[in-house]
């Protein structure tokens, strides 16, 4: 028995792939070259998945993005957590790194980017210090939160137990931060999507944000369509891996359901 | 034994942050300055700072920084108004009113995972290098976070609150302005403060390819010159902006919240 | 031996220019194996008394010993039982019971041994893989004890245990708290806001003053109560309705208020 919200979804979906198709064809409101119709995206994807756009097929430049959104993700979270667990626990370690943070936390990741292509050029090691710069800072803050966090008296019932120390910081503090890390992870995944788009705009070889740079340059509407519906797609898939990852490890976690799904 | 609990006098922690940007600032001066690295490179803080002093009047790629500045506040205020502008009532309504919820979130779901810069060839196509595009680029990435937290206003109020309204005999005009709106402002201010981050970051991503002002233009042209001081300085003048709208926003939620007298975290 | 000793105890915290005493000279001996139970008004320091016990805290002059030994730091020597149960939401409640033995490395078999043996005394079977949240407080607070007791610590120490539970589940526990003291009894320091709790349970019961603590009272329990046979009546009630309970009670009672009406 299909739910309510989802009959009104695919009514609405049906309703406004029409309005498209009406206004970009036979009604001739919307020109082709503004805003593609459905048969020009088709084409597109087409041609874009079997003889290739942009110097490659779809698939390579599909694998060439999501490859390096994973490897900056994993860097940036990696370093991310890893700085966020000592700040959190020591709080020397907090003050001093603090100040430095605070100074470099304002600018706005993507600002980094003309200064990351003189130092490193368009090669995937600038896309993926791009990509630290925005995805290391969620993932930071939140850790570190998700540390500061935790009720003292599970630190001091671990201590009553005898916990060693390290078992203390593995079975206990990150367990512990764990629902908070996560959700640092999910601002640090949506980030690097941004970033890695941006820097492919920019300058790129193969991806998903260079198919839209060249079908920008060469003026290919259906070919935009194509690359941002990728982009789309693709961010989607990441993110419910995520998910389904958050869901597996904090399984013992009484969670309360997001509203809208943030 | 437990460095978590070690609380730290203000200045101890002012001792400690002030050795970490020595550490910071020395290292960074010390690599530029012995040529470790390179100048091109990376110059030394002093320069830079130096460099930003100098395009205060001194204009580049066409304008002065502040020139720069203005243009690139101009099409972000711009952009944040027009999210404002609809996220905001389309948030409340879709948050009160079951049916626009249903309707709006298939559409707001697909959209979303578009990363806002992917929207820029799109808005090349659409607007030129006009004002158009930036803003659709800055809509795109502040639209999000006003809406939901418009929606998250309107959805998680206290059902009691209402009923005790409704027990008063509250009428229905009331009921909108003086119960419902007023309980989802904290949690629409937040939304307005994330949206005010993420619409600024966008702003720049978008100068980096369609306009031909602002500072995010200016930082490329420098960076097609191999000018790392000016990008550097750029870099500098967008941080502190930034800093400047959150420090400012951040007051604001702060006076919204003790007005509306809200206890705890944000919704 | 494992008696629990306070010698001239004071603890003074020094708060940003504002200095509180939370206890002023405590000097208190808890016999081996005796349950003494203190209570007293809000902040008259008798938490902070037990978290020194614990060694969560260290006095500002004095000494805190327990048997005969220094209190250095906490340790499952002392084992404490929270008043918010403090379980790790993360572990199922056989890991929770476990963690203790993990630490002080008992080998695999005799912990899971010991694990079954203490869920069945704190009739908790059929729990074993259950979740915290997924259990009531009750049982939250059982799944706490028993992770104490498996340890077999010499000195137990309890920071209001049931004061986040609903009055009948109160009630309950501390009749099932009654028959594990009296069988195998172990030095207990007990804090409790409910005076009916502490005569009850206690051997002994100390009544402090208002903050900043000092011992105001001595009460003697367990004369009373082995010489009314307290321990021969099946329910709790029968005990409460017991008129040696109710003047014992009725004491603690009136002191308690002198405390609260005391000028400051």
């Given at each position: 028995m299909p739910s309510r919200r989802g009959i009104v979804a695919v009514l609405t979906?049906?309703?406004?792939?029409?309005?498209?198709?009406?206004?970009?064809?036979?009604?001739?409101?919307?020109?082709?070259?503004?805003?593609?119709?459905?048969?020009?995206?088709?084409?597109?994807?087409?041609q874009v998945s079997t003889v290739g756009f942009g110097g490659a097929t779809l698939p390579v430049h599909i694998v060439t993005s999501v490859a390096l959104v994973i490897e900056g993700f994993l860097v940036a979270?990696?370093?991310g957590t890893v700085l966020g667990l000592a700040m959190g626990w020591d709080r020397r370690v907090a003050a001093i790194v603090n100040p430095i943070f605070q100074l470099i936390r304002p600018i706005p990741p993507l600002s980094w980017i003309p200064l990351v292509i003189l130092w490193l050029g368009f090669d995937n090691s600038a896309k993926i210090l791009v990509i630290w710069f925005a995805a290391f800072v969620p993932?930071?803050?939140?850790?570190?939160?998700?540390?500061?966090?935790?009720?003292?008296?599970?630190?001091?019932?671990?201590?009553?137990?005898?916990?060693?120390?390290?078992?203390l910081l593995w079975g206990i503090v990150i367990p512990a931060a764990l629902p908070t890390i996560f959700t640092g992870l999910r601002l640090s995944l949506q980030a690097?999507?941004?970033?890695?788009?941006?820097?492919?705009?920019?300058?790129s070889f193969y991806g998903l944000g260079h198919i839209l740079n060249e079908a920008q340059q060469s003026v290919y509407p259906g070919m935009i369509f194509v690359g941002m519906a990728a982009v789309g797609l693709f961010g989607w898939l990441t993110t419910v891996a995520l998910a389904f990852i958050e869901s597996r490890v904090l399984a013992w976690h009484p969670s309360v359901r997001e509203l809208v799904s943030a | 034994m437990r460095?978590?609990?070690?609380?730290?006098?203000?200045?101890?922690?002012g001792g400690l942050g002030l050795l970490g940007l020595a550490g910071f600032f020395g290292i960074w001066t010390a690599c530029s300055v012995t040529g470790l690295v390179s100048a091109t490179f990376l110059p030394d803080p002093v320069s830079v700072i130096a460099r930003l002093i100098t395009l205060l009047d001194n204009p580049y790629a066409g304008y002065t920084?502040?020139?720069?500045?203005?243009?690139?506040?101009?099409?972000?205020?711009?952009?944040?108004?027009?999210?404002?502008?609809?996220?905001?009532?389309?948030?409340?309504l879709m948050g009160w009113f079951r049916l626009i919820d249903d309707i709006i979130t298939p559409v707001f779901d697909g959209l979303r995972f578009i990363a806002p810069l992917a929207w820029v060839p799109f808005a090349a196509l659409w607007f030129g290098t006009g004002l158009g595009g930036p803003v659709l680029i800055i809509f795109t990435g502040a639209f999000p976070p006003v809406l939901i937290g418009a929606y998250r206003g309107a959805r998680l109020i206290d059902p009691q609150l209402v009923e005790a309204a409704r027990m008063l005999g509250t009428p229905h005009h009331r009921m909108l302005t003086e119960i419902l709106l007023p309980d989802a402002v904290p949690s629409i201010v937040s939304g307005l403060r994330v949206a005010a981050g993420l619409g600024w970051q966008s702003l720049i991503g978008a100068e980096l390819i369609v306009v031909s002002s602002g500072v995010g233009y200016m930082m490329v042209q420098a960076q097609s010159a191999v000018s790392t001081r000016t990008v550097m300085a750029g870099i500098i003048a967008v941080g502190?902006?930034?800093?400047?709208?959150?420090?400012?926003?951040?007051?604001?939620?702060?006076?919204?919240?003790?007005?509306?007298?809200?206890?705890?975290?944000?919704? | 031996m494992s008696?629990?000793?306070?010698?001239?105890?004071?603890?003074?915290?020094?708060?940003?220019?504002?200095?509180?005493?939370?206890?002023?000279?405590v000097s208190l001996t808890i016999a081996d194996k005796e349950f003494v139970a203190i209570v007293g008004p809000s902040g008259c320091g008798k938490t902070t008394c037990l978290r020194m016990a614990a060694g969560f805290d260290f006095p500002s002059s004095g000494t805190v010993q327990v048997g005969n030994r220094a209190v250095r730091g906490p340790g499952p020597d002392r084992a404490v039982v929270f008043q918010h149960f403090a379980l790790f939401p993360w572990m199922t409640v056989s890991a929770n019971i476990m963690l203790g033995l993990r630490n002080a490395k008992v080998p695999r078999d005799e912990a899971e041994q010991r694990v079954v043996k203490v869920l069945e005394l704190m009739n908790l079977q059929g729990s074993e893989n259950a979740f915290p949240h997924q259990l009531s407080g009750g049982m939250q607070q059982r799944v706490a004890i028993a992770r104490a007791y498996v340890l077999d610590p010499e000195v137990l120490l309890m920071d209001e245990p049931f004061g986040a539970l609903d009055a009948q589940t109160r009630v309950v526990m501390q009749e099932e708290l009654v028959r594990l003291a009296r069988v195998n009894p172990r030095t207990v320091l007990f804090i409790t806001h409910a005076v009916e709790e502490a005569v009850y349970l206690a051997d002994r019961v100390v009544v402090m003053t208002r903050g900043p603590g000092k011992i105001k009272t001595i009460i003697p329990v367990k004369p009373i109560r082995e010489s009314e046979a307290w321990d021969r009546k099946e329910r709790i009630e029968d005990v409460m309705t017991e008129p040696s309970f109710v003047r014992l009670r009725t004491e603690i009672w009136r002191l308690l208020r002198e405390e609260q009406k005391a000028p400051n």
């Open positions: 979906s049906a309703a406004l792939i029409a309005l498209w198709a009406w206004a970009t064809g036979p009604s001739g409101i919307i020109s082709p070259v503004r805003f593609p119709s459905p048969p020009l995206v088709w084409e597109a994807l087409v979270a990696g370093t993932a930071l803050i939140n850790t570190q939160t998700g540390v500061r966090d935790i009720p003292e008296h599970l630190v001091e019932a671990a201590y009553m137990l005898g916990t060693p120390r390290w078992r690097s999507w941004t970033t890695l788009v941006a820097a492919e705009l920019v300058g | 460095n978590r609990a070690l609380r730290l006098s203000a200045s101890a922690r920084l502040p020139e720069h500045l203005t243009a690139s506040f101009f099409r972000y205020g711009s952009g944040l108004l027009l999210a404002t502008g609809i996220g905001l009532p389309l948030g409340l502190l902006v930034g800093s400047a709208i959150d420090f400012l926003l951040r007051l604001g939620e702060g006076a919204v919240r003790q007005r509306y007298g809200v206890l705890g975290p944000s919704k | 008696e629990i000793e306070f010698n001239k105890v004071r603890r003074v915290y020094n708060a940003s220019a504002r200095v509180t005493v939370a206890v002023d000279d």
